[in-house]
């Protein structure tokens, strides 16, 4: 597959994307490797420089009524308490996209069973996530723009941009995303072989493009031209 620049293919990426609002597509990052077939996977949480999407809603497990409830709201969490979210949970009123769970109220949570619930839906907080833990407002701070993105098949998935985003927003947001996945590689065991071998920019409605790592070639139009639609 031929290999572009990022404002090259970025250029090529917004030509299929004409007449489109600029929020309205994203442009996506796939981060393919060589890897065991059915051997560990890559799965974190990134904020980027700039954040794709802001709309997440984030509900925070924790004493209601108390100072870390107070907190958590301020920092961006929309729901918040113990009974009130088991019940809506059991209820089928599932209203947020992330779940983050206090320690003080882990024990509630796993006396309320709802990791039948929210175990297949990926929502379930737990110590090895990360998502149980003493600073929820901490972590709410962090999700509040922030991105997940989990290995599939050997490809890491990951919104990087809108559409409206200039070249050297998605140069930060892409080598942001690119540092934390070395860093999960570098976590694994030394006895597992895992490297990146393809890097691909895509977008909603525009094919995939190839990246061989460089912001432009001798060819890219000037930034300035890639910063508007």
Known sequence: MPQFALCDAMRYIRAFEVGRPPTSSKYDLAIRFR??????????RVRLPHAVD???RICVICPPNSGIAAQAISAGASFVGE???FDAVKEGRIEFDRC??????AQKMSQANLGRILGPKGLMP?????TITKDVVGL???SVGGTEYR???GVVRCAVGQLGFTPEEMQKNIKALMG?????????SDRIQKEIHEVVLSSTNAPAFSLNGDFRSSTSLPTRDLAVL
Do not use: M, Q, Y
């Open 54 to 56: 802001t709309s997440a």
């Open 35 to 44: 890897t065991l077939k059915n051997g560990p996977v890559v799965r974190n």
């Open 180 to 188: 934390e996945v070395r860093r999960d590689i570098a976590t694994l």
């Open 126 to 130: 737990s110590t090895k996530l990360g």
């Open 83 to 85: 009974e009130i979210v």
């Open 151 to 153: 290995e599939r098949l």
């Open 100 to 105: 983050i769970c206090h320690v003080d109220s």
């Open 140 to 142: 709410v701070k962090k």
